[in-house]
């Protein structure tokens, strides 16, 4: 599956922006999604997750209650809704898909996304 993310963008802190990835192929429904981030200087980590129906998700704990992560299976395509936004949000954000269960850990996620940049400044 071939991952394409896009959305990204400057916002001011306290905004909200959406980013999409949009996936080509016909399996995109059987994968499941994660969004990750990567800040200068920093590794990168994991943000939200979604189960290839969406019925489960998962949050890392600085975005929690701020961003929302869901998928449409019949555009082939995940979103991370995101709001409240504060600087330390900045990063490349990128998509990826696993065939593994809803896990936090990159290694378990098989194709990835060219990432979108999101920055959060005044």
């Known amino acids: 599956v071939q991952l394409q993310a896009y959305g990204g963008g400057l916002v001011r802190p306290g905004g909200s922006l959406r980013l999409s990835c949009a996936a080509s192929g016909r399996t995109f429904r059987s994968y499941v999604m994660g969004w990750f981030r990567q800040a200068p200087g920093k590794e990168r980590e994991f943000v939200a997750g979604i189960s290839w129906s969406g019925g489960s998700t998962s949050y890392a704990d600085p975005v929690k209650g701020r961003f929302t992560i869901s998928r449409d299976n019949a555009k082939n395509t995940v979103y991370l809704q995101m709001s409240s936004l504060k600087p330390e949000d900045t990063a490349v954000y990128y998509c990826?898909?696993?065939?593994?269960?809803?896990?936090?850990?990159?290694?378990?996620?098989?194709?990835w996304g060219q990432g979108t940049l999101v920055t959060v400044s005044s």
């Open positions: 990826a898909a696993s065939t593994m269960g809803l896990v936090r850990h990159q290694n378990a996620y098989d194709y």
